[in-house]
Every structure is written in C-alpha cells, then in structure tokens.
Nanobody, 116 residues
Framework: QVQLVESGGGLVQAGGSLRLSCAAS????????MAWYRQAPGKQRELVAT???????NYADSVKGRFTISRDGAKNTVYLQMNSLKPEDTAVYYC??????????WGQGTQVTVSS
C-alpha cells in the first residue's frame, strides 16, 4: 500500500502562493494517476487537480489557471503550486491516487488558510 505524507500548507493572504508536496512510498507510485483533493469545513471532499503517470494534467474549473500539479518520479513526490489564492481555497488538501474512495487510505492532509 502506498503511504502518503502531505506538507507545505499554511496561512497566506489572498493573492499569495503556496506549494504543496506529497511524498509517496511504494514502488508502484510511478504507475499511478495521482490527484490533489481538498475538503473545506462542512463540505464534501472535492477533486482539485489530476496528473497521469505520463504527466497529463487536468484541473477543476475553480482553480484552472491558478494551480499547477506536477510530479517527480525520482522523488516519488507530487506537487501542487497554488498562485493567486482566494479565501474560498481555504481547506485541508490531500493527495491520493485519482479515483480514490472515501473508504480508502488517506494521509493526514495539509491545512491551507487564505485570509482576505
């Protein structure tokens, strides 16, 4: 089973930037399509961005043009560069394989708070 450790969150003013990292264990990582998700208080977890094993990316409309997902196979790490942050981006951010279900293993996530 792949273990996931997210980091890089914090408190930032609107318009600022953060770069999240997700370190994954396991040799199968490079074969997995990965994704970043987020969950705001009182809301369901939502898909933010995806990246295939080959590096193709896709984004939720709400973050398109502001967020960039990438991966480094040598480091077994997935990144999320977040620019022009808005208060509505405030959430706990998680990475996981694309298509992960709520009952699957999830890491602890990393809190992102954007102040207005």
């Amino acid at each position: 089973q792949v273990q996931l450790v997210e980091s890089g969150g914090g408190l930032v003013q609107a318009g600022g930037s953060l770069r999240l990292s997700c370190a994954a264990s396991g040799s199968i990582f490079r074969f997995l399509h990965m994704a970043w998700y987020r969950q705001a208080p009182g809301k369901q977890r939502e898909l933010v961005a995806t990246i295939t094993s080959g590096g193709s990316t896709n984004y939720a409309d709400s973050v398109k043009g502001r967020f960039t997902i990438s991966r480094d196979g040598a480091k077994n790490t997935v990144y999320l560069q977040m620019n022009s942050l808005k208060p509505e981006d405030t959430a706990v951010y998680y990475c996981n394989r694309h298509g992960a279900l709520s009952g699957d293993y999830w890491g602890q996530g990393t809190q992102v708070t954007v102040s207005s």
